[in-house]
């Protein structure tokens, strides 16, 4: 095979590569999409802190049958610090604030405020990294706090809410739990760090999910347990699989602009499957956001 020959055989596996890393990446923030309206939905049956502090708890057993299944060796310390980190964050901390969110305003509302949380995993990445940002970085992340500030009191009639509070707490939590997380999956294979991520929370889970357990599981109907198994198997575990592994083909600069659709994925959702009523100002915050997200990904991206 010439030199020619093999270069353009090269770039056509790295352009089959890129391509299969966007189409994981686009799948896996279409899979995340359905959580704000999800957990909405399954807050009706299910009291939201039980749903909050168990659904890592539920996905636990599948993560530990993968990691044995898969032969994953036990972490070195540093790697348990950054899971633990990361178990704070999307084990415990984001599925808890999303759900209480949730069972207090409307999953349109969460997915213009989630739109955040891009720029705020890349704000804590950076800051946990030490390394530097422009300073027109974090003039763009004062823009997004401004702008969400800005929605959340727009409604006159609701003004500001408990659950934007917590919405954005979600953002925080979620974007320390993605960054570590990140961190870690530089180390070790990017499936085994969420597995890992979920396993180390699940023993503090147990307790806290006897407590808030209701009696009222019985009553649950067939479509809120369905709801509750997509949270589960989906939203906290294997979404994170097409994720990471979109990542790894495509490249994270890339295939990381994907999560830009999600905030209307997720609009796009509550108005199908739940009739919410989404209104212009929603829809507006939400292009305001993406672009906001959008120009922090393009000044980091220029460095």
Same mark, same amino acid.
């Given at each position: 095979?010439?030199?020619?020959?093999?270069?353009?055989?090269?770039?056509?596996?790295? #352009?089959?590569? *890129?391509?299969?890393? /966007?189409?994981?990446? @686009? $799948? &896996?923030?279409?899979?995340? +999409?359905?959580?704000?309206?999800?957990?909405?939905?399954?807050?009706?049956?299910?009291?939201?802190?039980? #749903?909050?502090? *168990?659904?890592?708890? /539920?996905?636990?057993? @599948? $993560? &530990?049958?993968?990691?044995? +299944?898969?032969?994953a060796t036990l972490l070195t310390r540093q790697q348990w610090v950054l899971a633990g980190l990361s178990a704070i964050g999307v084990t415990l901390g984001f599925p808890l604030c999303i759900a209480l969110?949730?069972?207090?305003?409307?999953?349109?509302?969460?997915?213009?405020?989630?739109?955040?949380?891009?720029?705020?995993?890349?704000?804590?990445?950076?800051?946990?990294?030490?390394?530097?940002?422009?300073?027109?970085?974090?003039?763009?992340?004062?823009?997004?706090?401004?702008?969400?500030?800005?929605?959340?009191?727009?409604?006159?009639?609701?003004?500001?809410?408990?659950?934007?509070?917590?919405?954005?707490?979600?953002?925080?939590?979620?974007?320390?739990?993605?960054?570590?997380?990140?961190?870690?999956?530089?180390?070790?294979?990017?499936?085994?760090?969420?597995?890992?991520?979920?396993?180390?929370?699940?023993?503090?889970?147990?307790?806290?999910?006897?407590?808030?357990?209701?009696?009222?599981?019985?009553?649950?109907?067939?479509?809120?347990?369905?709801?509750?198994?997509?949270?589960?198997?989906?939203?906290?575990?294997?979404?994170?699989?097409?994720?990471?592994?979109?990542?790894?083909?495509?490249?994270?600069?890339?295939?990381?602009?994907?999560?830009?659709?999600?905030?209307f994925f997720t609009l796009l959702i509550a108005v199908i499957f739940f009739q919410e009523q989404v209104g212009v100002v929603t829809v507006v915050f939400a292009m305001l956001i993406v672009g906001v997200?959008?120009?922090?990904?393009?000044?980091?991206?220029?460095?």
């Amino acid at each position: 095979m010439s030199t020619l020959t093999l270069k353009r055989h090269n770039a056509g596996q790295a #352009l089959s590569a *890129s391509t299969r890393g /966007m189409m994981l990446g @686009l $799948a &896996a923030v279409m899979c995340f +999409a359905f959580t704000l309206p999800l957990t909405r939905y399954v807050t009706h049956y299910i009291d939201p802190w039980f #749903l909050g502090v *168990s659904r890592a708890l /539920m996905a636990a057993p @599948l $993560a &530990a049958l993968l990691l044995w +299944a898969g032969g994953a060796t036990l972490l070195t310390r540093q790697q348990w610090v950054l899971a633990g980190l990361s178990a704070i964050g999307v084990t415990l901390g984001f599925p808890l604030c999303i759900a209480l969110a949730m069972s207090l305003t409307e999953a349109s509302r969460g997915g213009v405020v989630i739109g955040l949380l891009p720029l705020a995993t890349a704000v804590i990445g950076t800051v946990l990294s030490r390394d530097r940002m422009p300073k027109r970085f974090w003039a763009i992340a004062l823009i997004g706090a401004v702008l969400m500030l800005i929605y959340t009191s727009f409604d006159q009639q609701l003004g500001w809410q408990w659950g934007d509070l917590i919405l954005l707490l979600s953002v925080l939590l979620g974007g320390l739990g993605y960054a570590t997380g990140g961190m870690l999956a530089k180390q070790i294979p990017a499936w085994q760090a969420i597995c890992w991520t979920v396993v180390i929370g699940a023993p503090f889970l147990v307790v806290p999910s006897l407590y808030f357990l209701p009696e009222s599981l019985p009553e649950v109907p067939v479509s809120g347990w369905l709801s509750l198994a997509y949270l589960v198997v989906v939203s906290q575990l294997c979404g994170f699989f097409l994720w990471n592994k979109g990542l790894a083909l495509g490249g994270i600069a890339r295939v990381s602009q994907t999560q830009l659709l999600q905030p209307f994925f997720t609009l796009l959702i509550a108005v199908i499957f739940f009739q919410e009523q989404v209104g212009v100002v929603t829809v507006v915050f939400a292009m305001l956001i993406v672009g906001v997200v959008a120009a922090a990904r393009c000044v980091t991206a220029k460095r």
